[in-house]
């Protein structure tokens, strides 16, 4: 009888179990996935690559909230930003204390193989006889020769002759604030105009300008970029990278008594902590989703020259590489993002 008894209670158990509805996804339950709305090109793109896949292939309700890299971060660590694409991990204070906390986390690698410094046009220093421009500097090799005044005339700023011009990133990217310290640690400031533009587009419009008219430019730049992929471009020499080094130009109150090299680059996508607990089907897709750095270099170009936005060039991405984003999602999301192209 008591078996008997067991066995009934296990059987209405298991009846009840498979009634129960399975646990709801982070999508269905109707929450919205909020991106950082990076403004630089290839922030941009993956961005809308990401967007796209979550909202045909897994059902999700996206939006993106403008800004600038800082203020996403720390939107990011307060779980108003779930998913910053483009995390570019040991840049920025904001991004390391918020990890210490463990409110955020990183997950995967958007991309592998990238590099950020200061660059100059290779004719500045090798010249380019099609276009026939003599080599303007061909001694330059490194940051410890821009003080020379040769260089400082050759590189003047247009609105402070006297000096030359340095063209940074954008006030309130986490790169600025690395270069102004750089300029600093060179002592260089007492030479360079400090110039940030006020977007990415028109830090990308004036080296554009600048290679096109074959003038001399020295810039902060990195990759991927559309430019790096159109323009032959040289990274200047800077003395090598160390962690004492790194941690004194990117705090606020650090030191400028030494500058060094950017550090290899470690790029990977910047989540909320909450949120990768709360949606481990969509965190799954990010581990996975490694764009080949060739192939966003190229989506950045076709940007650039078809003069689109991020939008565009996910969905014609999407469309033309399925063998690679394919991987990164389940059989039927690829099967349902297919659909929805």
Known sequence: MRLLATSLALGTATLLLAAAPAQASYCSDGKTVMFAGIDWQSGDFITEVMKTIFTKGYDCQVDAIPGNSVTLEQATANNEVQIFAEEWLGRSDVWNEATAAGKVLAIGKTFEGAAEGWFVPAYVITGDAERGIAPMAPDLKSVDQLADPAL???FKDPEEPSKGRFLNCPSGWTCEGVSTAKLEAYKLTDSYV?????????????????????????????????????????????????????????????????????????????????FAAEAPELIAVLEKANFPLAEVNGSLAYMTDNEVDG???????????????????????????????
């Not at 969905?315 to 349902?336: H, N, Y």
């Open 194 to 274: 400090n110039f940030r533009p006020g977007t990415g587009a028109a830090l990308d419009a004036a080296i554009a300008s600048a290679y096109l008219q074959g003038e001399p430019l020295l810039f902060y730049y990195w990759s991927p970029t559309a430019a790096m992929g159109k323009f032959d471009l040289v990274q200047l020499e800077e003395p090598a990278y160390s962690d004492e080094c790194w941690t004194q130009l990117t705090s606020a109150d650090g030191s400028r008594d030494q500058g060094c090299a950017f550090p290899s680059v470690d790029v990977s996508y910047g989540v909320n902590a909450t």
């Open 311 to 341: 939008e565009a060039a996910a969905l014609e991405f999407l469309k033309a590489k399925q063998d690679i984003w394919g991987s990164w999602v389940s059989d039927e999301a690829r099967a349902k993002i297919v659909a929805g192209l």
């Open 152 to 154: 400082v005339a050759l």
